[in-house]
């Protein structure tokens, strides 16, 4: 066994840890932890993360933060576009 899949989730937080430290509220470090647990589900269930983070925003943006709209946007939904995920190579 190993924990390879658990040391590459957790590398973007290492990597962006210097930019952790102008965190200048607890509000803002809550809102940078949010955002990178959407991505990283993002990431874990296929999606390109780019594209969906765009996507969200755009819907969000048009539709407003109604539950029927974020129970849509959930990287684990059912309902999110095709051209969304990473097409992986077989």
Same mark, same amino acid.
């Given at each position: ?16 840890? %210097?930019?952790? @430290?102008?965190?200048? !509220?607890?509000? +803002?470090?809550e809102a ?5 647990? *959407?991505?990283? =589900? ?11 983070? %765009?996507?969200? @925003?755009?819907?969000? !943006?048009?539709? +407003? ?8 946007? *959930?990287?684990? =939904? ?11 190579? %077989?």
């Amino acid at each position: 066994m190993d924990n390879n899949k658990a040391e590459r989730t957790v590398k973007p937080f290492v990597i962006a840890r %210097k930019g952790f @430290l102008f965190t200048d !509220s607890k509000r +803002g470090a809550e809102a940078t932890a949010a955002g990178f647990s *959407v991505l990283q =589900s993002a990431v874990d269930n296929g999606l390109n993360p780019e594209k969906y983070l %765009k996507w969200v @925003l755009e819907k969000l !943006s048009a539709e +407003g933060l109604k539950d029927s709209v974020l129970d849509e946007v *959930v990287p684990y =939904s059912e309902r999110i576009p095709e051209d969304l995920y990473i097409r992986k190579k %077989k």
